[in-house]
T-cell receptor, first 111, second 115 residues
Framework: DAKTTQPNSMESNEEEPVHLPCNHS???????IHWYRQLPSQGPEYVIH???SNVNNRMASLAIAEDRKSSTLILHRATLRDAAVYYC????????????FGKGTHLIIQP | DTAVSQTPKYLVTQMGNDKSIKCEQN?????MYWYKQDSKKFLKIMFS???????INETVPNRFSPKSPDKAHLNLHINSLELGDSAVYFC??????????????FGNGTRLTVT
């Protein structure tokens, strides 16, 4: 299984950009990099995913390193509602199909 | 409209009982999943299922069984409940078979407490 490494927690101020890093040095050539977040007492929510090129959507941007061994989720202007656990995920490979979630990064937003 | 809905939201029961959690998705997705989130907040996949294939995580006890009456539903049956089954269970769905290039859509979870 491809593994990811994320900081346990990060803190940022409201209305400032947030850069959430993820290392995935064992990524294979066909693995998409997925990001999800989980707000308190809710199910995980899809944020963004990409393969090689940087990706943008209404929620965030995903910057992928050229060697694909790391990526960064960028929240351009954090709000209090962005406080959540953010998961960087690679496909789980063998066993049950689907995505395997790690510990994620607990993002704290200060007003 | 809720895309993936689970019922009940809370379930409290005693050891040894049999219970079911229902899941429905109105997204027209082909594949559905069950995940378990334990007290340490780790999310682990239990099953993935489409109309052709059930894939079971080998660590899931056979007391857990998914049942799919149709493509929009994947219910989770649990027999002989144990204290360690207490957790939050999430249902999810995706358009393509693996979720690799297809986002997962999650329900809001069912908190199961076994006493």
């Amino acid at each position: 299984d491809a593994k990811t490494t994320q900081p346990n927690s990060m803190e940022s101020n409201e209305e400032e950009p947030v850069h959430l890093p993820c290392n995935h040095s064992t990524i294979s050539g066909t693995d998409y990099i997925h990001w999800y977040r989980q707000l308190p007492s809710q199910g995980p929510e899809y944020v963004i995913h990409g393969l090689t090129s940087n990706v943008n959507n209404r929620m965030a941007s995903l910057a992928i390193a050229e060697d694909r061994k790391s990526s960064t989720l960028i929240l351009h202007r954090a709000t209090l509602r962005d406080a959540a656990v953010y998961y960087c995920i690679l496909p789980s490979g063998g066993g049950a199909d689907g995505l395997t979630f790690g510990k994620g990064t607990h993002l704290i937003i200060q007003p | 409209d809720t895309a993936v809905s689970q019922t009940p939201k809370y379930l409290v029961t005693q050891m040894g009982n049999d219970k079911s959690i229902k899941c429905e998705q109105n997204l027209g997705h082909d594949t559905m999943y069950w995940y378990k989130q334990d007290s340490k907040k780790f999310l682990k996949i239990m099953f993935s299922y489409n109309n052709k294939e059930l894939i079971i995580n080998e660590t899931v006890p056979n007391r857990f069984s998914p049942k799919s009456p149709d493509k929009a539903h994947l219910n989770l049956h649990i027999n002989s409940l144990e204290l360690g089954d207490s957790a939050v269970y999430f249902c999810a769905s995706s358009q393509e078979g693996s979720g690799y290039n297809s986002p997962l859509h999650f329900g809001n979870g069912t908190r199961l407490t076994v006493t």
